[in-house]
């Protein structure tokens, strides 16, 4: 079945970075683009970016530019969000999701992955 | 871009409907249908309800519904069920590339 399968939880210091894995299955990996979402203990959802997976092309959030990298690798299946330069407020769990039409962006999201908290602390 | 904004909360009976708006801007729910709805229960991850405005992915009850006036889109839920009680979210894209996510409502089934 088609499913996204995140790396487990972190914790790290502020200033620090944290990449997050995403590995899919079930589909043809580089057909559907892939966004990042990530959730603030309770607070909302919020779109980081995402990334062609067949391409490698990104486009990001505003608020992100500079600060978080999208990459893939098509031969094992995975992407990857980089956040750099952590803060206390980048403590959240961090989502991947499947776009939900093949080889464009239809800002809907039909496959999501279960999360990963990544937990900022000194 | 500012986050689009729903109400951050809404009730009704079981059985009655439920209409949560989504109100954005000229520049994202007002020229484009590319608005997606979630229901995020506590602690897991969020689920598609309704595409492109109107659309209704496959396993998702007819209850759901949704819709889109100038720049506010609205979801529907009518027949209401203790399950729906969940958050729910609105995504539109924003143009240049960029989405932006609605504020979030909390149903609550009375």
């Known amino acids: 079945q088609v499913q996204l399968v995140q790396s487990g939880a972190e914790v790290k210091k502020p200033g620090a970075s944290v990449k997050v894995s995403c590995k899919a299955s079930g589909y043809t990996f580089t057909d559907y683009y892939l966004h990042w979402v990530r959730q603030a203990p309770g607070q909302g959802l919020e779109w980081m970016g995402w990334?062609?997976?067949?391409?490698?092309?990104?486009s990001y959030a505003r608020k992100f530019q500079g600060r978080v990298t999208m990459t893939r690798d098509a031969s094992i299946t995975t992407a990857y969000m980089e956040v750099s330069r952590l803060t206390y407020d980048d403590t959240a769990v961090y989502f991947c999701a499947r776009d939900g039409e093949r080889a464009y962006v239809y800002w809907f999201f039909d496959v999501w992955g279960r999360g990963t908290l990544v937990t900022v602390s000194s | 871009q500012s986050a689009l904004t729903q109400p951050p909360s809404a009730s009704a009976s079981p059985g009655q409907s439920v209409t949560i708006s989504c109100t954005g801007t000229s520049s994202d729910i007002g020229i484009y249908n590319y608005v997606s709805w979630y229901q995020q229960h506590p602690g897991k991850a969020p689920k598609l309800m309704i595409y492109?405005?109107?659309k209704r992915p496959s396993g998702v009850p007819d209850r759901f519904s949704g819709s889109k006036s100038g720049s506010t889109a609205s979801l529907t839920v009518s027949g209401l069920q203790a399950e729906d009680e969940a958050d729910y979210y609105c995504i539109s894209y924003a143009g240049s590339n960029i989405g932006v996510f609605g504020t979030g409502t909390k149903v609550t089934v009375l």
């Open positions: 990334i062609n997976p067949n391409s490698g092309a990104t």
């Open positions: 492109e405005v109107n």
